[in-house]
């Protein structure tokens, strides 16, 4: 009986020890699919960032080449606009002080006179067709106190004028008109000199020089 036992024992540790030995190993969990197109994904996000900020940089650029186009455009505006008013400003000038010779600080007393009764009404004439002819001087010349300044001037012209015209051919006799006409005189010389000082003034001031 242990004979057989012990036979038997033998024959199972021999089938054991033969038996193919099967050895299973964990099965490796699928790779996600994000691990394969993260590079992917990164490099079109990098795309489209460097892209945007193309476009936003170009936009921005354009922008301002334009900005700068319209301020050129009205400053170029401007500066054209200055420079008519300085010409007529500069006209107008020429215009006022020629009326220096016509009554002149010093000369003779019969002299003078006849200037002022012959050739002061051309002059006022002459003054007021470039005073009519400034276009970019109207917002100044048409201010009631520049309509005051020329009635004045031009009103006291006329006066001064038709009175020494009228006196002229007594001034030899009558001592009376002799001094009528000295004062017309200085008073047409005072306003002149008031109103050119006033045009001097209203063009530095429109011009921005004061």
Request: aromatic residues 8%; glycine residues 4%.
């Amino acid at each position: 009986m242990i004979i057989h036992v012990a036979v038997m024992a033998a024959v199972f540790v021999d089938q054991v020890t033969q038996a193919p030995v099967v050895i299973q190993c964990p099965q490796t969990a699928p790779e996600s699919w994000v691990k394969w197109f993260l590079p992917t994904i990164v490099s079109l996000v990098s795309i489209v960032t460097g892209v945007g900020i193309a476009v936003w940089s170009f936009r921005k650029n354009r922008e301002s080449e334009h900005e700068q186009w319209v301020r050129n455009q009205r400053t170029g505006h401007g500066q054209w606009i200055l420079d008519q008013k300085k010409a007529e400003w500069k006209e107008l000038l020429q215009t006022v002080s020629g009326i220096e010779s016509v009554i002149p600080a010093v000369s003779g007393i019969q002299e003078r006179y006849d200037s002022v009764s012959k050739c002061l009404p051309q002059r006022i004439a002459q003054l007021l067709g470039v005073r009519a002819s400034c276009v970019f001087l109207c917002d100044v010349l048409h201010r009631q106190e520049s309509v005051n300044a020329f009635t004045e001037f031009v009103g006291a012209s006329a006066v001064a004028a038709e009175c020494l015209q009228g006196f002229n051919a007594q001034l030899e006799t009558d001592p009376a008109v002799r001094q009528l006409c000295r004062t017309k005189y200085e008073e047409i010389r005072d306003c002149y000199l008031k109103f050119c000082h006033w045009v001097q003034t209203e063009a530095q001031m429109d011009l921005g020089e004061k």
